[in-house]
């Protein structure tokens, strides 16, 4: 079986992604397969990496997407290896296009039309089930109908060619209707055992977010629950233990000396004082992506000092008490202060912020309150600078915020794109006057894209090949029309269905699944 690997974005972001180095080296370990891996960019686009091979010279095509801008990304990768986009216009001769990631357990509607297969969940054991199926189709001469129906009897494994969607008269998605025995919602997979499933890097290359950077997977999933969080509310919560841990940074070899910890939550992991002593103890650097500012300790900003890391990033997301308790995320303008203060004593002179606009609430004042946190910040690390005898960065990051499936916030609107575009001028006006200060901004426009494909059904697929088409974002809403407002609206409280309901996330079901120790 040859398998292509797709990470639809560039080298550099894809590269960056643990799923990328597991699925690639699962693929690799078996005897009857031969996996190689493409992105989305050119002169890759269409073509694999190892060998160059046009993409529709493959037996499966396995998408793994993780942003849903990256869905005319995923497209424009068909278009550009020839391959039909619609799964209805494919035959025998066709790559199977299968998809899994983040964004197919939080809604595999959108794509669904173009997909032949979604693998559900966490894809470590059903990656291998899928290529065995597809293998045994080729061996028996199965149709591609035949080939699907026996994919989808995969647990795990969603064909959306299997079910036609109902939608009422006023265009609500009401049900989906299965052409054959069918039952939804699709559950997840979900890894047990996330010991017997290592997750560390099989490649280290200077040219990702982690250069040369050996990264390991220690936790998956967060427990803290923040309403607007699409991981704490989809992935189960679960610790790999510290043995295994220290296994994987061991086989690191002479592969790099520097370790990326990657997790949601760092200071859910319990035994984080062990690891970071055992990592300072063998002479191994390391490096975390983001931290919670209530949990930063004197031990962890040691071990990044040691480690040479001289950049912190939080992410308070509001600077605003009430408004922080609203969306959950109960971390206070003291504790980000304090944090950041501690860092400064440790030398970590670089801070990087980021905040979200557009919550429901939000009102100026939750603005200025973001305004001030950043000049208190920015005056501890002034303070600093006169004895450290050198004057840090700081680094903010503003995103439109983008309601998402199976939170708390899943039904709020998108915020009305003058509120956000007049906000984002407040921010910049104030910020300018800030010393040392850069100011970093998502599109409203790309995030209201984002909006409609993190909520929508399989019509906003067509929105995703007219961009993949070559038309601007901007031409591809004005096309769609004002039907783009039933997806970035409050969403009705009990009408019908929702797209994503035709999937059970892991965090929805695992927890009682482990229970039961099925």
Same mark, same amino acid.
């Given at each position: 079986m040859r398998v292509c690997l797709v990470f639809p974005n560039t080298y550099h972001v894809g590269?960056?992604?643990?799923?990328?180095?597991?699925?690639?080296?699962?693929?690799?370990?078996?005897?009857?397969?031969?996996?190689?891996?493409?992105?989305?960019?050119?002169?890759?686009?269409?073509?694999?990496?190892?060998?160059?091979?046009?993409?529709?010279?493959?037996?499966v095509i396995a998408f793994s997407i993780s942003f849903e801008s990256d869905y005319p990304n995923t497209l424009r990768t068909l278009l550009a290896a020839g391959i039909p986009l619609r799964t209805s216009d494919r035959n025998g001769n066709h790559p199977l296009i299968i998809a899994g990631g983040p964004c197919v357990f939080s809604n595999p509607e959108p794509l669904a039309d173009y997909m032949d297969a979604y693998g559900v969940g966490e894809g470590e054991e059903v990656i291998n089930e899928i290529v065995d199926a597809c293998s045994d189709a080729r061996a028996r001469r199965l149709t591609r109908a035949s080939t699907l129906r026996a994919l989808s009897e995969i647990p795990g494994v969603y064909v959306p060619s299997l079910y036609t969607p109902i939608y009422s008269d006023n265009g609500s998605l009401t049900g989906m209707e299965p052409k054959y025995e069918g039952d939804l919602p699709v559950s997840s997979r979900i890894i047990l055992d996330l010991d017997g499933h290592p997750c560390s890097s099989v490649i280290v290359t200077p040219k990702t977010e982690f250069a040369d950077m050996f990264l390991i997977e220690i936790g998956r999933g967060c427990g803290r629950r923040c309403?607007?969080?699409?991981?704490?509310?989809? #992935?189960? /919560? %679960? !610790?790999?233990?510290?043995d295994s841990v220290k296994e994987q940074i061991l086989s690191a070899g002479n592969m +790099?000396? =520097?370790?990326?910890?990657?997790?949601?939550?760092?200071?859910? #992991?319990? /035994? %984080? !004082?062990?690891?970071?002593?055992?990592?300072?103890?063998?002479?191994?650097?390391?490096?975390?992506? +983001?931290? =919670?500012?209530?949990?930063?300790?004197?031990?962890?900003?040691?071990?990044?000092?040691?480690?040479?890391?001289?950049?912190?990033?939080?992410?308070?997301?509001?600077?605003?008490?009430?408004?922080?308790?609203?969306?959950?995320?109960?971390?206070?303008?003291?504790?980000?202060?304090?944090?950041?203060?501690?860092?400064?004593?440790?030398?970590?002179?670089?801070?990087?912020?980021?905040?979200?606009?557009?919550?429901?609430?939000?009102?100026?004042?939750?603005?200025?309150?973001?305004?001030?946190?950043?000049?208190?910040?920015?005056?501890?690390?002034?303070?600093?600078?006169?004895?450290?005898?050198?004057?840090?960065?700081?680094?903010?990051?503003?995103?439109?915020?983008?309601?998402?499936?199976?939170?708390?916030?899943?039904?709020?609107?998108?915020?009305?794109?003058?509120?956000?575009?007049?906000?984002?001028?407040t921010l910049r006006q104030a910020l300018s006057r800030i010393p040392n200060t850069s100011l970093l901004v998502e599109s409203p426009r790309m995030s209201r894209l984002q909006c409609v494909f993190a909520r929508g059904d399989r019509r906003v697929g067509r929105l995703a090949e007219m961009v993949a088409r070559g038309q601007t974002v901007a031409q591809a809403i004005r096309a769609f029309g004002s039907e783009i407002e039933r997806y970035t609206s409050a969403q009705p409280k009990r009408v019908g269905m929702r797209p994503w309901h035709t999937i059970r996330p892991p965090a929805w079901h695992g927890r009682a699944v482990i229970e039961k120790g099925k």
């Open positions: 590269m960056s992604n643990l799923a990328i180095h597991a699925l690639y080296s699962i693929l690799n370990s078996r005897n009857d397969c031969i996996c190689e891996r493409s992105f989305s960019e050119e002169p890759l686009l269409g073509h694999s990496l190892e060998s160059g091979s046009r993409l529709g010279t493959f037996h309403k607007f969080c699409s991981g704490s509310h989809t #992935y189960l /919560k %679960r !610790n790999r233990s510290l +790099s000396r =520097r370790i990326g910890l990657v997790t949601s939550d760092l200071a859910g #992991y319990p /035994k %984080r !004082n062990e690891l970071i002593d055992f990592l300072l103890n063998k002479g191994f650097g390391f490096s975390v992506s +983001s931290v =919670r500012a209530d949990a930063i300790t004197e031990a962890l900003l040691t071990g990044m000092r040691t480690s040479g890391q001289r950049t912190l990033t939080l992410a308070p997301e509001v600077a605003e008490e009430k408004l922080a308790a609203l969306i959950g995320k109960n971390i206070s303008a003291e504790s980000l202060l304090r944090a950041v203060d501690m860092a400064l004593s440790q030398t970590i002179v670089n801070f990087r912020l980021y905040f979200m606009l557009g919550f429901p609430g939000e009102e100026n004042e939750h603005i200025e309150a973001i305004v001030d946190l950043v000049r208190n910040t920015h005056g501890l690390m002034r303070r600093a600078a006169k004895t450290l005898r050198k004057m840090g960065k700081l680094t903010i990051s503003v995103n439109p915020f983008v309601p998402k499936p199976f939170t708390p916030l899943e039904a709020v609107p998108f915020a009305e794109s003058a509120i956000l575009s007049e906000r984002i001028r």
